[in-house]
């Protein structure tokens, strides 16, 4: 049973942290590491597993990107 609460949150970084986030996730991506980050208080280990996708979503005026990392804690 998974004790874990489910969670959508979206957090807003400035644009220095953002970058940092990226180049961390890049450097542990490129070296086949876990990536481990903390999002509004609470910390995520990424495994390598993770399954890491791009999408664009467009709605009248409004573009959005999103940088996706997906995995399951049953694998």
């Given at each position: 049973?998974?004790?874990?609460?489910?969670?959508d949150i979206e957090k807003t970084?400035?644009?220095?942290?953002?970058?940092?986030?990226l180049r961390r996730l890049a450097d542990a991506?490129?070296?086949?590491?876990r990536f481990e980050i903390?999002?509004?208080g609470e910390r995520i280990s990424v495994p390598?597993?993770?399954?890491?996708?791009?999408e664009h979503e467009r709605e009248g005026d409004?573009?959005?990107?999103?940088?996706q990392i997906k995995?399951?804690?049953?694998?």
């Open positions: 049973m998974n004790s874990k609460l489910e969670r970084y400035p644009l220095p942290d953002f970058i940092a986030k991506l490129e070296q086949g590491e903390q999002i509004a390598v597993r993770a399954i890491c996708n791009i409004a573009q959005e990107i999103e940088f995995w399951s804690d049953t694998q």
